[in-house]
Structures are given as structure tokens and as C-alpha cells.
């Protein structure tokens, strides 16, 4: 995933209010996550199950250890939450350790955040080597009025603030991911 497609989303996310969802019983969403390159193109389904949403002072946390240490401060904040859910992609399943929810004006947007990253894809080739620094996996969903949308991933990336203190997401490879046919299930 490149900066562009997600420093405006990501921004917004740092920005937020405390305004968020709680999901009693949780909340499920399938999707199916699309990248082509010149010489590769890809689909997979992705089912992301969350159990419960960040509360106000767990997302101040994981924002405050965006702005002051980039991805190494996130994985320390992170890596002690328990985990709140789970995101699958194919058969590759990765613990959440945060999903956060906030509305827009109509709908809202739903931010995960894993410990690990979910898949090194570089190359065209998902057997790709790990690159030090990609160390987590960010999902975005854009949902409009009943759960319907779209979104981003980012299986392994990086996380930190530009100069002017907006969040950046940088994605080890060079194909964005899209989430495509986001739907509620659950």
C-alpha cells in the first residue's frame, strides 16, 4: 500500500473524536482483497472478526506510540493488549490486538491493527523475505449505512507521522491492496 491512499484515512483515524462503536457480540465482515502489478495480480477472501472496540485511553496509547516512536513504540503498546479479534486472509489467520470504530456522516470507518504482519507480498510473489521495520499488518474499512463498503490492507507495514504529524502507513510491497464488497456479517 502506498503513503497516498493512506495518509488522508489514517490522518482522519488519528484525529478522531472519542466517538466509537461498542459491539456486543462482536462484529464480523468478509471481503475480498484485490492487487495487480505489471507482472501479478492477485484476489483473496479476508473475514475480520472483532470482539470488542478500543476504548478512549487504549487509543490514545496506540496514537501517542504512532507520534513518538513509530512502528517500535506501536509493537510495544500493542503486543501487551490482548487480543480483540481476528483477520484472515485466505487461510493466513493473524490476531487483532486493535480495532477501533468512529462514525462519519454516514456511516464509519473501522481501523485494525495486528502485532505480526499477516504476509510479505514483494515481487509478485507472496513467499516474499521479511524487511525489517514491516513489522505490523493495518486494515481500513470504509462502511456506508449498514455495513456495506470498502477498504485497505496493508499485510506488513510500517507506521509512523510525516513532518507535519499526519499518520503514515508504508506497505512492504508496491501493489496496493484493496478491500473490495465489504460487508457486515455479523
Same mark, same amino acid.
Given at each position: 500500500?502506498?503513503r497516498?491512499?493512506?495518509?488522508l484515512t489514517?490522518?482522519?483515524? #488519528?484525529?478522531a473524536g472519542s466517538?466509537m462503536?461498542?459491539a456486543?457480540? /462482536?462484529?464480523?465482515?468478509t471481503?475480498?482483497a484485490?492487487?495487480?502489478?505489471?507482472? #501479478?495480480s492477485?484476489?483473496a477472501a479476508v473475514?475480520?472478526s472483532i470482539?470488542?472496540?478500543?476504548? @478512549?485511553k487504549e487509543?490514545k496509547a496506540?496514537?501517542?506510540a =504512532?507520534?513518538?516512536?513509530?512502528?517500535?513504540a506501536?509493537l510495544?503498546?500493542v /503486543?501487551k493488549m490482548?487480543? *480483540?479479534?481476528?483477520?484472515?486472509v485466505g @487461510?493466513? &489467520?493473524?490476531a487483532?490486538?486493535y480495532?477501533?470504530?468512529?462514525?462519519?456522516g454516514?456511516?464509519? =470507518?473501522v481501523?485494525?491493527i495486528?502485532?505480526?504482519?499477516i504476509?510479505?507480498l514483494g #515481487?509478485?510473489l +507472496? !513467499?516474499a523475505? +521479511?524487511?525489517?521495520?514491516h513489522? *505490523?499488518a493495518?486494515a481500513?474499512?470504509v462502511? !456506508?449505512? &449498514?455495513?456495506?463498503?470498502?477498504? !485497505?490492507?496493508?499485510?506488513a507495514?510500517t *507506521?509512523k507521522t510525516?513532518?507535519? /504529524?499526519?499518520?503514515v502507513v508504508?506497505d512492504y /510491497?508496491?501493489a496496493?491492496v484493496?478491500? $473490495?464488497?465489504v $460487508?457486515k456479517? $455479523?
Open positions: 500500500m502506498t497516498r491512499a493512506l495518509l489514517a490522518a482522519a483515524v #488519528a484525529l466517538a462503536v461498542l456486543a457480540g /462482536g462484529e464480523t465482515f471481503a475480498t484485490s492487487m495487480k502489478t505489471e507482472k #501479478a492477485a484476489t473475514r475480520i470482539d470488542r472496540y478500543a476504548t @478512549e487509543r496506540v496514537m501517542g =504512532i507520534r513518538n516512536g513509530g512502528t517500535t506501536l510495544g503498546v /503486543g490482548k487480543d *480483540v479479534g481476528t483477520i484472515e @487461510e493466513q &489467520k493473524t487483532i490486538k480495532a477501533y470504530s468512529y462514525p462519519t454516514e456511516g464509519r =470507518i481501523t485494525v495486528t502485532a505480526k504482519p504476509v510479505f #515481487a509478485g +507472496p !513467499e523475505k +521479511p524487511r525489517a521495520g513489522d *505490523v493495518t481500513l474499512l462502511l !456506508e449505512g &449498514k455495513g456495506a463498503g470498502h477498504g !485497505e490492507l496493508a499485510p507495514a *507506521v510525516n513532518e507535519s /504529524g499526519a499518520i508504508d /510491497g508496491d496496493q484493496w478491500l $473490495k464488497d $460487508k456479517t $455479523k
